[in-house]
């Protein structure tokens, strides 16, 4: 069955860096939209980064552009979300979640890690 596995997640300091990885099983890993998504407590949750099959023109939320950077590994089926210089307002749970079809839309991604915390301290 499908299967996202994120690790990577942890508590930084202010402008301090954390890779994300998410190894998936389960699928045709090539063929997936995949995406970064964030829920802090309080909110909604949001699409960090996505990423299409052919890794052409990733998302990024305007919040998080020129410090993110979304990657995948197709051989190792592990996709990343690499995060530099970061902020107490980037604290929240990170999934990675698959999708039917290239979306922004939490409701486009129907598969889901367990969520990793990250934590930013000022």
């Known amino acids: 069955q499908v299967q996202l596995v994120e690790s990577g997640g942890g508590l930084v300091q202010v402008g301090g860096s954390l890779r994300l990885s998410c190894a998936a099983s389960?699928?045709?890993?090539?063929?997936?939209?995949m995406g970064w998504f964030r829920q802090a407590p309080g909110k909604e949750r949001e699409a960090v980064s996505c990423?299409?099959?052919?890794?052409?023109?990733?998302y990024y939320v305007d919040s998080v552009k020129g410090r993110f950077t979304i990657s995948k590994d197709g051989a190792e089926n592990t996709v990343y979300l690499q995060m530099n210089t970061l902020k107490p307002d980037d604290t929240a749970v990170y999934y990675c979640?698959?999708?039917?079809?290239?979306?922004?839309?939490?409701?486009?991604?129907?598969?889901w890690g367990q969520g990793t915390q990250v934590t930013v301290s000022s």
């Open positions: 979640a698959a999708g039917a079809a290239w979306s922004t839309r939490a409701s486009a991604y129907p598969y």
């Open positions: 389960g699928f045709t890993f090539a063929y997936y939209p």
């Open positions: 990423i299409n099959p052919s890794d052409a023109n990733p």
